[in-house]
């Protein structure tokens, strides 16, 4: 990479993850800070704007400890002497308001030093995950020794007029819901070019407004923010090339997207590039340019490029054209200018349209910044058929793509959390990385999202309301799957009450007539099956719908063993006890005999895989019947089929009949989407509208809970389950963090369908394999199985 003057960044990339969240003073947590949320006087408090704030102190002497506490709305990047810090604040809400703890003292230095940040609010235009109040910027030294820079009216700011919302339309164009916010259009030539650096002169900029005191959370009488500490570590930037320039109207030197030859636009043309990445990602684009006074560069964002509206394979380029968000630069003519959005932008393709005017620009690089929560990958699995290592690593792509300061049910279009997205995602999280910080946040998310009648919220954070009633039964069972896979009592038990609201909501609904559930209020999505009209099934919003039904009775089973555990008897008695009712009810009047199907409702009109799913998970099939029951689900072509994410509930109903095995053969879906070339995995099949889509990353799971068998044998993980369902595969070996180690399962079957199977448990871990009905026990430390 070019080494760059500092002083021409536009926005400088940001070195994220050099510094872990560090402790806070304990006296800051309770009460108000010292400093004051400060803005600039004459901007309009909640509408769009960017602003700049600067101070400068002097230090004695380079010091070895200097820890400040930094948040601000909409967000923020602090720099110090020029070097980029961190960025932030995480999402949260007005309740959740997180600050960032950082030592900025590796870059301060003996004598005058400047702390500066970049704020910005996008007002009516912000993503729809984007809470906010108004436009407002904190920072409070730690200690004593730290307060000379805490903000306060000696601030200084500046207003800055070169940003301009752009690509508003997106959504319209793409005839698709697209919420992650404006594009950005930027004139180069009213931008304050240096303005981070210790050298910049703001004796022009203006002192701030103090708005109000910092105060955390439990504490003030008129709180605007309520400030808590953030749970998650900063997000991760890492340089990643382009792969390649696929059509271009200007002949483009070979070693251009490597950084190693500048590219050329001569004045007064107009050229296009196409660029392709090779895969999908989630990045900063980084610009940097030369001269170019006059000129416009238009990059635009893309998964895939489109035909009359249509994708096609995600490698083609002919006859195709890019479709998407988008920003525009204006250069100021300046030498090595460096545009970079304000938010990442996802794509595998990035056009870039561009004017000149009388001057010559010079392109001196293009690359991407990648960032993302900084999970790291610890698992592994490898087996007979290569085939399934593609899928895992294209999983473990989407996977990341799709998890930020929040999970996102994808980064195009939306980057909202959604139960239903996130239940399977935390999954995947904890098995693949061993790392549980971004799902408790997310279960805390939900938490806070609560509606006065005991609903979460489909999607949090989020600033417009929408309530998606089953997904408020999949945050219960995230909070039962996390219990089943960590040994956390004080953070479970602060949600069972919440839990019991929503089950209470749910038991206040219950058709006296029928035993099942009656009309339902609210968003009823199950799955963007074609024969469920946006989503939700038959009777889920007039009544008596099976799928809602059983679903219903399926998480009170889990919140039975819950309530159980957490010493309420009693309502965990109550709760399976209703379960049973509604299973009971439910095959009564919705079980076709003739058919040997679960129909959707009483009427016995429609049938669909959803409803036979939820019958086989909540026990409302006959034991010795399920598994003939199951088999007519996955074949009998009369059934609406469920897409790929429904497809997660399949797998756990295959597991429950013993059925296992037939996992593998269920991943066609899959081995599809890579044959059409994606690089993530799509939010269903074709045709679709996000190519990247987190719920369908489920693999990344099932290859280490399905085929290796690697299940939680009691709660806590405190035991383990080791029952491998290979299918027709003959080799295969996973390997999944846990607190305590690795367990590493290796296996190969025998001609006999006996199996040799190595398995390795850490710490004093103990459980049980279990393989063709025998079961045997498990130690900590090496073992070899052979049956």
Known sequence: MIKLPRCCFLLVFFAAGAFAQGPVDPALL????????????????????????????ELPSKPGRFIVHVTGDNRYRLFVNGSPVCSG???????NWYFETVDIAPYLREGRN???ALVWNMGAHAAVAQISNMTGFVLQGDTEAEKIINTDRNWKVYNDSAYTPCSLDNGARLRSYMVIGPGDEVNGSAYPWGWEQPGYDDRHWKNVREITSPVTAGYGTDNLWTLVPRTIPLMEESLQRMSAVRRAGIKVPEGFLQGRQPLTIPANQTVSILVDQAFNTVAYPQLLVSK?????????????????????????????????????????????????PLWFRTFRYLQLD?????????IDDLYGMYTGYPFEEKASFRSNDPGLQDIWEVGWRTARLCAGETYFDCPYYEQLQYEGDTRIQALISLYVTGDDRLVRKAIHDFYCSRVPEGLTQGRYPSNRLQVIAPFSLYWVSMIYDY????????????????????LDWYESRIDKATGMLGPMRWWNFTDWNDAFPNGVPDGADDGNSSIISLHFAY????????????????LAAHYRELAGKLTTATYRHCYDHEKGAMANTPEKRTFSQHAGIMAVLSGAIPAAEEKAFLQRVIDDPRLSKATIYYRFYLMLALKKTGMGDRYYEQLTPWRDMLKIGLTTFAEKEEPTRSDCHAWSASPNYDFLATICGIMPGSPGFASVLVEPAMGTLTEAEGKMPLPEGEVTVSLKRKKNNGVTAVIILPGSLKGEFRWNGKTIPLRSGRQEINL
């Open 292 to 340: 170019g006074a006059g000129s416009s560069i238009r990059l635009t964002y893309a998964e895939a490029l489109f035909k009359n509206g249509k994708k096609g394979h995600r490698d083609e380029i002919d006859g195709m054209e890019i479709a998407g968000n988008y920003d525009i630069f204006h250069p100021d003519g300046g030498s090595q200018r460096m545009f970079r």
């Open 354 to 362: 561009i004017t000149t005017g009388g001057e010559p620009l010079v």
């Open 30 to 57: 309770s009460g108000h800070w010292p400093s004051r949320w400060i803005a600039a006087a004459d901007a309009p408090a909640k509408e769009y704007g960017l602003y700049h704030f600067r101070k400068s102190f």
């Open 483 to 502: 219990w089943m896979h960590r040994r956390d009592d004080a953070f479970i038990t602060q949600y069972l009450s919440a839990a019991r609201g929503v």
């Open 89 to 95: 604040p995480a999402r949260g809400d007005l309740y």
């Open 114 to 116: 400047v702390v500066a």
């Open 555 to 570: 998480t009170l089973q889990q919140a039975a063993a819950l309530f159980d555990a957490y010493r309420q008897p009693v």
